[in-house]
C-alpha cells in the first residue's frame, strides 16, 4: 500500500518534497512532456483523417439525402482495422490540448518559481482552461483562433474522454454552428493546424525562461528557502543500519566502485544487506518473501518494520 506523504518519515517527506520542487520548477520538463503529447496528437489525427476519408468513399448520401453504399465490395482487412478510428480525432485534440497546458505551466512556474513551494503547486489554473492560461502567458488569441482554442479546451475536459461533461452547462460553451463544424475534415484540420501553430510560439517563450537570468533567479530562490537545501542523503553507506525487529547491526557490502565518464561521481555495485549474527527468524522470513523489498528498505535506512 502506498504511504500518504503525511505519514512518510520526515527525511523521506522531505526529501519528496526537495525532488518535487526540483523538478517542477524546470521549464524545460514541462516542454519534454509536452513535445510526447503533441507528437502523439499528430500521429492520432492522422489516423483519424485516413478513417474519415475512407468512410468517405464507402459511403454517402443520396439527393434525399438518405445514407447509400458507394462501393459495395468487402472491406480489406487494413480498411476494418482502420475504419473504427473514424472519432480518433476527439483523442488527438485531447492529447493537443494536454501539450498545450503543459507548455503554458511550464511558461508560468518559469517566471514564478515560488508557484511551486513545499512540494505543492499552487496559483497555476487546474480546471484546464486553455483560454485564461494562454492569456496569462501573454500570448493574443483572435477571431475563428478564439474559437479553436475553445474547442481545444473543450475536447481537454470532456470531449476527449467522457461522453458528457460534469454538469450540463459545460455543453453550452460551444454553439450548435461551430459543433457543426466540428463534424467537417475542413474544420479539424483547421483546429489542428492552429494547435501546433500555438504550440510552436508557446515554446519559443519556454525556451526564453532558460536564460542565465531566470535560471539564476530559479537557484536563488533554492537557496534561500528554509528548507531547500538538499535533505540529508538516505543512501549514505556509513550510515549505522539496524535490523527493525531486533536491531542487530546490518551491512551493505560494496562489490564495486568506479567512476565513469558520464557522470561526474561514482557507481557503486552492493550486494545484498547482512544480518550480522545471530540472525532473528523475522529478518530471515522477509528475506525469504521478497529480498529486493528488503534490501531497499534497509538502503533507505529506515527504522520501522516493512510493510
Given at each position: 500500500?502506498?504511504?500518504?506523504?503525511?505519514?512518510?518519515?520526515?527525511?523521506?517527506?522531505?526529501?519528496?518534497?526537495?525532488?518535487?520542487?526540483?523538478?517542477?520548477?524546470?521549464?524545460?520538463?514541462?516542454?519534454?512532456?509536452?513535445?510526447?503529447?503533441?507528437?502523439?496528437?499528430?500521429?492520432?489525427?492522422?489516423?483519424?483523417?485516413?478513417?474519415?476519408?475512407?468512410?468517405?468513399?464507402?459511403?454517402?448520401?443520396?439527393?434525399?439525402?438518405?445514407?447509400?453504399?458507394?462501393?459495395?465490395?468487402?472491406l480489406t482487412p487494413e480498411e476494418q482495422g482502420l475504419l473504427p478510428d473514424v472519432e480518433m480525432h476527439r483523442v488527438a485534440f485531447m492529447l493537443l490540448s494536454m501539450a498545450i497546458e503543459n507548455l503554458t505551466k511550464g511558461i508560468l512556474i518559469g517566471r514564478n518559481p515560488g508557484w511551486v513551494r513545499d512540494g505543492e503547486l499552487s496559483n497555476v489554473p487546474t480546471n484546464h482552461d486553455l483560454e485564461t492560461l494562454?492569456?496569462?502567458?501573454?500570448?493574443?488569441?483572435?477571431?475563428?483562433?478564439?474559437?479553436?482554442?475553445?474547442?481545444?479546451?473543450?475536447?481537454?475536459?470532456?470531449?476527449?474522454?467522457?461522453?458528457?461533461?460534469?454538469?450540463?452547462?459545460?455543453?453550452?460553451?460551444?454553439?450548435?454552428?461551430?459543433?457543426?463544424?466540428?463534424?467537417?475534415?475542413?474544420?479539424?484540420?483547421?483546429?489542428?493546424?492552429?494547435?501546433?501553430?500555438?504550440?510552436?510560439?508557446?515554446?519559443?517563450?519556454?525556451?526564453?525562461?532558460?536564460?542565465?537570468?531566470?535560471?539564476?533567479?530559479?537557484?536563488?530562490?533554492?537557496?534561500?528557502?528554509?528548507?531547500?537545501?538538499?535533505?540529508?542523503?538516505?543512501?549514505?553507506?556509513?550510515?549505522?543500519?539496524?535490523?527493525?525487529?531486533?536491531?542487530?547491526?546490518?551491512?551493505?557490502?560494496?562489490?564495486?566502485?568506479?567512476?565513469?565518464?558520464?557522470?561526474?561521481?561514482?557507481?557503486?555495485?552492493?550486494?545484498?544487506?547482512?544480518?550480522?549474527?545471530?540472525?532473528?527468524?523475522?529478518?530471515?522470513?522477509?528475506?525469504?518473501?521478497?529480498?529486493?523489498?528488503?534490501?531497499?528498505?534497509?538502503?533507505?535506512?529506515?527504522?520501522?518494520?516493512?510493510?
Amino acid at each position: 500500500m502506498v504511504k500518504p506523504k503525511s505519514d512518510l518519515p520526515a527525511e523521506e517527506r522531505e526529501l519528496l518534497n526537495w525532488g518535487f520542487n526540483l523538478n517542477g520548477r524546470v521549464p524545460l520538463n514541462w516542454g519534454i512532456v509536452a513535445q510526447s503529447l503533441a507528437r502523439g496528437a499528430e500521429i492520432l489525427h492522422e489516423r483519424g483523417l485516413a478513417a474519415r476519408q475512407l468512410r468517405a468513399k464507402l459511403w454517402g448520401r443520396d439527393s434525399s439525402g438518405l445514407p447509400v453504399v458507394k462501393r459495395p465490395r468487402p472491406l480489406t482487412p487494413e480498411e476494418q482495422g482502420l475504419l473504427p478510428d473514424v472519432e480518433m480525432h476527439r483523442v488527438a485534440f485531447m492529447l493537443l490540448s494536454m501539450a498545450i497546458e503543459n507548455l503554458t505551466k511550464g511558461i508560468l512556474i518559469g517566471r514564478n518559481p515560488g508557484w511551486v513551494r513545499d512540494g505543492e503547486l499552487s496559483n497555476v489554473p487546474t480546471n484546464h482552461d486553455l483560454e485564461t492560461l494562454v492569456q496569462q502567458c501573454g500570448v493574443s488569441v483572435n477571431g475563428e483562433d478564439a474559437v479553436a482554442l475553445r474547442v481545444l479546451t473543450e475536447h481537454g475536459v470532456w470531449l476527449g474522454r467522457y461522453p458528457i461533461p460534469k454538469s450540463a452547462d459545460r455543453i453550452t460553451r460551444l454553439t450548435t454552428k461551430q459543433k457543426l463544424r466540428a463534424q467537417t475534415d475542413e474544420y479539424l484540420d483547421y483546429v489542428f493546424a492552429f494547435g501546433e501553430r500555438l504550440i510552436n510560439d508557446l515554446a519559443v517563450l519556454l525556451d526564453a525562461e532558460h536564460d542565465a537570468e531566470n535560471a539564476a533567479a530559479r537557484i536563488a530562490l533554492a537557496e534561500t528557502e528554509a528548507g531547500e537545501k538538499p535533505p540529508r542523503d538516505p543512501f549514505n553507506l556509513t550510515t549505522l543500519r539496524t535490523c527493525p525487529w531486533c536491531s542487530g547491526h546490518v551491512v551493505i557490502p560494496v562489490m564495486n566502485a568506479e567512476s565513469t565518464a558520464r557522470t561526474s561521481g561514482a557507481v557503486t555495485t552492493l550486494d545484498a544487506p547482512r544480518h550480522e549474527p545471530p540472525v532473528c527468524q523475522d529478518w530471515m522470513r522477509a528475506e525469504q518473501e521478497d529480498a529486493y523489498g528488503l534490501a531497499l528498505h534497509m538502503l533507505a535506512g529506515r527504522p520501522s518494520v516493512p510493510n
